[in-house]
């Protein structure tokens, strides 16, 4: 019996507490109103994707999502709406403090063996994929050993491979021979993707890494160096820097290489190309959610979604890799490519929005033009992934995708470039490069 942790603890940071990562930062103005993992992408929530992967994989039992993140009504919203589309069970566990990658899992250890599962997957919510689930629990298997763990891994280019977690595999084996988090210098080109296949003995050596952290807290107490949450530090296990490297080369760590998309969302930038691959995977697994061009409707160009719920006018042209979400209205002679436009936003009378997140119950006005820079990966590279730029670059707004928060309006024939607006903003003239606050 196989059991399935979504592991979202880098995502769901406590709000009541002031916690901001650097993840739900570099999501802003877009996080103010939603948890991340639940924004949609692809017209669904970003966490649906996973947990739609999760309930294709035979003898699946439940889904635990474990994160440090306070439930709230879209919350419970959605974990009631998703165990009635998949009939699974959907739990949502949250952590006391923030644990790590490998502290929520241990934390909750006895949740997650409870009926005695043989195997569960493990998965960071912030990655997009196509998720082979299936074909790694048949590779890990083919191992023939109960105790081995499996990462799923992928090429990246040699300068951005130093961005992720870097493996070096035996080309026979698949066995990780070493492993390391964000090298100083180049290590290997096959890189981490947060998507892991684990047994029971897994909690062995986190366990170990507990005890570790535990007696290294004791120690520099008896030193006499000060630590208010001890037990929480000692709790606080990163999969990737404690687990990970020292599992290598024990014989018990294998890597299974996928040639399929992948790429991180720690951005809204990356939310714009994540919601291009899954439109593009649209194709093969969900065909139905794709907007067809009709004799009496608007001009559909490549890949879009469109909420059965929105109102476009037949002279509007969309796409490619567009999402129309809840309620939205498109106006006549409209024109939209790649972006994602929020529930309830409004986009008047010929208006334009070029690589843009337009939030919910925005409005654009006539003849306004709303664009912004795409932060693609090399188009020209087949192992580049897309970059995690900074906000401010030289004291410049690093020029990116334009975001508008929820409830902005934007009046008639101006235009808004490279800038992110914060929520509830009438806007009353043009702005390039910049934050308006």
Request: proline share 6%.
């Amino acid at each position: 019996m196989e059991r399935k942790i979504l592991h979202l603890d880098v995502l769901f940071p406590e709000i009541t507490c002031g916690r901001l990562t650097a993840a739900w930062t570099r999501f802003r103005p877009l996080s103010f109103e939603v948890p991340k993992p639940l924004f949609p992408v692809a017209g669904v929530p970003m966490i649906q994707h996973h947990i739609e992967a999760c309930t294709k994989v035979p003898n699946m039992k439940e889904i635990l999502l474990i994160g440090f993140y306070q439930p709230n009504e879209a919350l419970n919203r959605f974990l009631v709406s998703a165990q009635q589309e998949f009939k699974m069970p959907i739990r949502y566990l949250q952590e006391y403090a923030a644990l790590g990658t490998g502290g929520g899992i241990y934390h909750f250890r006895d949740q997650i063996l409870l009926g005695n599962p043989g195997a569960f997957f493990v998965l960071n919510a912030d990655v997009c994929s196509e998720f082979p689930l299936e074909e790694m629990l048949t590779f890990h298997q083919e191992r023939g050993s109960p105790d081995a763990f499996l990462m799923l891994g992928t090429t990246a280019n040699r300068k951005q491979s130093l961005n992720y977690g870097c493996i070096v595999a035996n080309a026979d084996s698949h066995e990780v021979l070493h492993y390391v988090e964000k090298p100083s210098t180049f290590v290997s080109e096959l890189i981490n993707c947060g998507i892991y296949l684990f047994t029971p003995a897994i909690f062995q050596h986190i366990g170990a890494v507990f005890q570790r952290n535990q007696q290294e807290l004791l120690l520099g107490s008896f030193l006499g160096e000060e630590n208010a949450n001890g037990w929480q530090r000692a709790e606080a296990i990163r999969l990737e820097q404690d687990v990970f490297t020292a599992l290598a080369g024990q014989g018990c760590l294998f890597a299974f290489k996928t040639e399929g998309f992948w790429s991180q969302i720690k951005s809204a930038g990356s939310a714009i190309y994540a919601n291009r691959l899954y439109l593009s995977c649209y194709n093969q697994c969900h065909p139905e959610r794709l907007a067809q061009n009709h004799p009496d409707g608007s001009t559909i160009r490549g890949n879009v979604y469109i909420h059965p719920t929105a109102s476009v006018d037949a002279t509007a042209v969309l796409g490619p890799n567009v999402s129309i979400g809840k309620g939205v209205t498109i106006g006549a002679g409209v024109r939209v490519r790649e972006s994602i436009i929020l529930h309830g936003a409004s986009l008047q009378d010929h208006t334009c929005v070029l690589n843009s997140i337009v939030g919910w119950d925005s409005t654009i006005g006539r003849w306004a033009r709303v664009e912004g820079t795409p932060s693609d990966p090399n188009p020209n590279d087949p192992y580049a992934k897309i970059d995690s730029e900074t906000l401010f670059r030289d004291g410049r707004l690093t020029p990116s995708i334009t975001i508008l928060g929820c409830n902005v309006t934007i009046p008639a024939e101006v235009v808004i470039l490279n800038s992110i607006v914060l929520p509830h903003k009438e806007l009353s003239r043009s702005f390039k490069n910049q934050i308006i606050l």
